[in-house]
């Protein structure tokens, strides 16, 4: 069965740093990879999704990336800002498509102004 | 607007008490999904519908049950028979069965009186 794992589990940063997430996942025969934002109390806002042919995907100060064959992605958010901090989610899709989403825990990123 | 909506924000339950969730969506969303969130735990699927009148078992559905009379809605009732029901539940729906990005509700938090 898949597992996704996401490390660390919290992170706090001082404001306009760049930083990276990661996320690890099992089983490298993956449909797609999505990125999530989650703010306390709320629900999942996505943010990028990767499709298992695609090695990165942009958006704005955003930018995520695949390695399928190591089991690895990162989200790269430059010049971090207090309104970044939330929980970021990753979740993995089977390889055939499927419905379900293999989420990770999160990982709880603070920007401090 | 289009979006995913949730009600209640806040659902209390009694013990032996069967409680219904509702998801409303206005996408034109073909797929609609039912998670459950728990602390230090990624997203769990419990139910997902391919199509109205249709709806799969996810990973942890024992003790809950759906339906989809309307492709609009997928209320998710929780039974008595789930014996530790307290949780974020999050609704969320796709285009279509597989592959593309599920967007989210904002959620319910059931708790247990």
């Known amino acids: 069965k898949q597992e996704v794992t996401q490390i660390p589990a919290a992170l706090s940063v001082p404001e306009g740093e760049n930083l990276v997430l990661n996320c690890s996942f099992t089983?490298?025969?993956?449909?797609?990879l999505q990125w999530f934002r989650q703010d306390p109390g709320k629900g999942l806002t996505s943010l990028l999704l990767i499709q298992s042919s695609q090695r990165e995907q942009t958006s704005g100060r955003l930018n995520a990336s695949l390695d399928k064959s190591s089991g690895r992605s990162t989200l790269y958010i430059a010049a971090s800002q207090p309104g970044d901090s939330a929980t970021y989610l990753c979740a993995v899709r089977g390889g055939t498509g499927a419905n379900n989403l293999f989420f990770g825990t999160g990982t709880r990123l603070t920007v401090i102004p | 607007d289009g979006g995913i909506t949730q009600s209640p924000k806040y659902l209390f339950r009694k013990e032996g008490q069967n409680v219904t969730l509702s998801c409303e969506q206005n996408l034109n969303h073909d797929a609609m999904y039912w998670y459950r969130q728990d602390p230090g735990q990624g997203l769990r699927l419990i139910y997902y519908s391919q199509i109205v009148n249709d709806f799969q078992k996810g990973d942890i559905a024992e003790g809950y049950s759906v339906s989809r009379e309307k492709k609009e809605s997928f209320p998710l009732t929780v039974t008595s028979a789930q014996k530790n029901p307290t949780a974020f539940y999050l609704c969320?729906?796709?285009?279509?069965?597989?592959?593309?990005?599920?967007?989210f509700g904002p959620g319910t938090r059931l708790l247990v009186l």
């Open positions: 089983d490298s025969a993956i449909y797609n």
């Open positions: 969320a729906s796709s285009i279509k069965q597989g592959g593309e990005t599920q967007y």
